[in-house]
């Protein structure tokens, strides 16, 4: 997880090397990106102490989740406005913490505002929800670890 967070704060480096080369400068809302970030590593989190307990059980997972992760990237505007997104599927589109952070990101380095205090209290709620989960499934199943490896 470590050293994927390196990776990561290398790609938000080259993100913000990328924003200022485009134009835009840095504000105070810039300021904000760690909590984002926090949010989302948080999320991660949780997902990697689930799974990676599941693993040990079903040697299968890693492909679930690596299908899983492809499909949630194909649903966070990136490439699109999330204002094409029907009013009534927002509120679970907003769910997704990729997508989440994404527009957060999109609110603070391209629109120069913070995110809506209800897509960080989603993300937020998110990230805590799965992060607990995890760490109970993760609790749970440690114990028979040594029989499975």
Same mark, same amino acid.
């Given at each position: 997880?470590?050293? @994927?967070?390196?990776?990561?704060?290398?790609?938000? #480096?080259?993100?913000?090397?990328?924003?200022?080369?485009?134009?835009?400068?840095? @504000?105070?809302?810039?300021?904000?990106?760690?909590?984002?970030?926090?949010? =989302?590593?948080?999320?991660?989190? #949780?997902?990697?102490?689930?799974?990676?307990?599941?693993?040990?059980?079903?040697?299968?997972?890693?492909?679930?989740? =690596?299908?899983?992760?492809?499909?949630?990237?194909?649903?966070?505007?990136?490439?699109?406005?999330? @204002?094409?997104?029907? =009013?009534?599927? %927002?509120?679970?589109?907003?769910?997704?913490?990729?997508?989440?952070?994404?527009?957060?990101? %999109?609110?603070?380095?391209? =629109?120069? %505002?913070?995110?809506?205090?209800?897509?960080?209290?989603?993300?937020?709620?998110?990230?805590? &929800?799965?992060?607990? &989960? #995890?760490?109970?499934?993760?609790?749970?199943?440690?114990?028979?670890?040594?029989?499975?490896?």
């Amino acid at each position: 997880m470590l050293a @994927n967070c390196l990776h990561f704060a290398i790609q938000i #480096g080259l993100l913000l090397l990328l924003v200022v080369a485009s134009g835009y400068s840095p @504000n105070i809302n810039w300021l904000f990106l760690p909590v984002i970030v926090a949010l =989302e590593i948080i999320f991660v989190c #949780g997902m990697a102490l689930a799974f990676s307990a599941l693993d040990v059980y079903v040697r299968d997972t890693r492909y679930v989740v =690596e299908s899983a992760i492809t499909v949630l990237i194909w649903l966070v505007p990136i490439f699109y406005d999330s @204002n094409i997104i029907p =009013e009534q599927y %927002r509120v679970v589109y907003h769910l997704n913490p990729i997508a989440a952070a994404v527009m957060a990101f %999109r609110n603070i380095l391209l =629109e120069n %505002r913070l995110p809506a205090f209800s897509l960080v209290s989603k993300l937020a709620l998110v990230s805590a &929800v799965t992060f607990s &989960v #995890g760490l109970l499934i993760f609790r749970r199943l440690k114990l028979r670890f040594y029989d499975y490896l």
